[in-house]
């Protein structure tokens, strides 16, 4: 009942906030554009529930030349930005795009934070303690006790606490505290 519910809750909350956000997206869009060389949309290998693998897309904030590595990897972060990179990261609007990702399935809202194709160590320790079968999410319980600045291990023990606990009201206090780190843009770091 819980998954079913879930998926509901997922796609009306999606395509409502696509209808609610489409004249912010177009403008963001253009900013994107018109700011530095290249695409718009930057597509990201992930890896999803049972560690099956799908294209991810944010608001390009990074030059088109960055390494594709997680950002913290980067030894210099801030000199791969574009000129408003750092506010789209900040802000969590280079995240809107995922709205996409969630109406198809590939994540939902809540869940943990979908996993770069290479990054293997995180990828086997979620497999190991089965995180991997729950779907990813736009947001977590990782995401909102630390987001950029947890380790490995640490965000995979929120992560599996996430599996144990998960709840339609768990979900939305999650969402909540999401909004509330992103107003505030806490734990951001880049």
Known sequence: MYAF?????????????????????????FFVKITSRGPVLYWS??????????????FRSMKTDTPAVATHLLQDPSQH???IGQFLRKSSLD????????????????????????????IALRTEKQV???PQGLTGWAQINGRDELPIPQKVELDEFYLHNKSFFFDLKII?????????RKDVTH
């Open 95 to 122: 995240e809107l795009p995922q709205l996409l990702n969630i109406i198809k399935g590939d994540i939902s809202i809540v869940g943990p934070r979908p996993a770069l194709y290479n990054q293997d160590n995180l």
């Open 5 to 29: 519910s879930k998926r509901i809750f997922d796609i009306i909350v999606s395509f409502t906030a696509m209808l609610v956000l489409a004249l912010p997206m177009l403008v963001i869009a």
């Open 176 to 184: 909540v505290q999401t909004f509330v780190k992103v107003l505030f």
């Open 45 to 58: 290998e992930r890896v999803g529930r049972h560690n099956k693998t799908f294209m991810m897309p944010k």
């Open 132 to 134: 991997s079968t729950i």
């Open 81 to 83: 930005l574009t000129p």
